[in-house]
């Protein structure tokens, strides 16, 4: 079954960068999309971005359009997710997930554990 693990969250101070790795343990089989939702405390898990198995189709909430960049590489069977401009308010467990390409975290059948995020001002 597949397996994903997020890496490179940490502290970091706001209009600062950050780079999200998510990285598969197997192939998945099939043309699966993949995204990143992210859920803080007290707050619903919500849609951040998602790609194409391709990586020709990309979609972004409104809250992080034109700050980060999400992208993939299929044969090292990793996504990522470069959030720039960050703000306290992206503060969350940031989680990948693999499955159809879509905003809805349904859609997805598989999940990482996630990875904090943690913006200061």
């Known amino acids: 079954q597949v397996q994903l693990a997020e890496s490179g969250g940490g502290l970091v101070q706001a209009r600062g960068s950050l780079r999200l790795s998510c990285a598969a343990s197997?192939?998945?089989?099939?043309?699966?999309?993949m995204g990143w939702f992210r859920q803080a405390p007290g707050k619903e898990r919500e849609f951040v971005a998602a790609i194409s198995w391709s990586g020709g189709m990309t979609s972004y909430a409104d809250s992080v359009k034109g700050r980060f960049i999400i992208s993939r590489d299929n044969i090292k069977k990793t996504m990522y997710l470069q959030m720039n401009s960050l703000k306290p308010t992206d503060t969350a467990v940031y989680y990948c997930a693999a499955g159809a390409y879509s905003e809805l975290p349904s859609a997805y059948d598989y999940w990482g554990q996630g990875t904090q995020v943690t913006v200061s001002s």
């Open positions: 197997q192939r998945v089989n099939g043309d699966y999309g």
